[in-house]
């Protein structure tokens, strides 16, 4: 079983909201990665975390914040965000790091 | 800098017509070369792992290839439902894991 899953598959948002995103896998994988993609784009790494260690953050704004409670979870909190942070946030695993890396099926987020 | 380059950027087959879509790419010691299957609006789909010159994989009608410079994913036969965007990703040695992808080619599979 390769399955990651995301909550919510849409959300929409205002700019003052707050509101968070939950991955979640039950492979064993102790490497989590969060990734944004625009429209006709490759995605972009956003952070890791390594053995419930947050191990690169890809110098991204503080409006987004990661955390990561278990090693079968991981979530993205998101406050005071832009209307250019529409996008779609994938959440991805792999064994360890540098391991292939399994994607989830994505959250389509709109920022009004 | 590591750098992925994918061509074509799109490729319109007619069902049962083979090609092949290209990854060329320049990286500081490859780790592994990863292929991904996109849907319109859904997560990357594993395809492939790649991690040495002369390797090659198959699954059904998809097989990839990798050499020093670059990699394949010859495509046999295809049907409609092959349609979708191929990305292609390295990761660099000491990266531990970061990958850069490329931006994909966008296959469209005609009857």
């Known amino acids: 079983d390769t399955e990651v899953t995301q909550t919510p598959k849409h959300l929409v948002m205002g700019m003052t909201n707050k509101k968070s995103l939950k991955c979640e896998q039950h492979?064993?994988?102790?490497?989590m990665y969060w990734y944004k993609q625009k429209a006709k784009k490759p995605p972009e790494l956003m952070f890791v975390?390594?053995?419930?260690?947050?191990?690169i953050n890809e110098s991204v704004p503080s409006r987004f914040s990661p955390e990561c409670p278990n090693s079968s979870l991981l979530n993205l909190h998101l406050h005071a965000l832009q209307p250019e942070d529409s996008a779609l946030y994938l959440c991805?695993?792999?064994?360890?790091?540098?391991?292939?890396?399994?994607f989830g099926p994505g959250t389509r987020l709109t920022v009004l | 800098e590591d750098q992925v380059t994918q061509s074509p950027e799109a490729l319109r087959l007619q069902e049962g017509e083979s090609s092949s879509l290209n990854c060329s790419y320049t990286?500081?010691?490859?780790?592994?070369l990863f292929w991904y299957r996109q849907d319109p609006g859904k997560g990357p789909e594993f395809l492939f792992t790649?991690?040495?010159a002369g390797e090659e994989k198959e699954k059904e009608r998809l097989k990839a290839t990798l050499t020093k410079k670059e990699s394949f994913l010859h495509i046999t036969a295809p049907k409609p439902e092959d349609s979708a965007t191929y990305l292609c990703?390295?990761?660099?040695?000491?990266?531990?894991?970061?990958?850069?992808f490329g931006t994909g080619t966008r296959l469209q599979v005609t009857l």
């Open positions: 790649l991690y040495s």
């Open positions: 990286v500081s010691g490859l780790r592994g």
């Open positions: 990703a390295v990761q660099a040695a000491g990266t531990a894991s970061k990958l850069t």
């Open positions: 492979m064993g994988h102790r490497a």
């Open positions: 991805a695993s792999s064994p360890v790091g540098g391991d292939t890396q399994y």
């Open positions: 975390y390594s053995y419930e260690k947050l191990s």
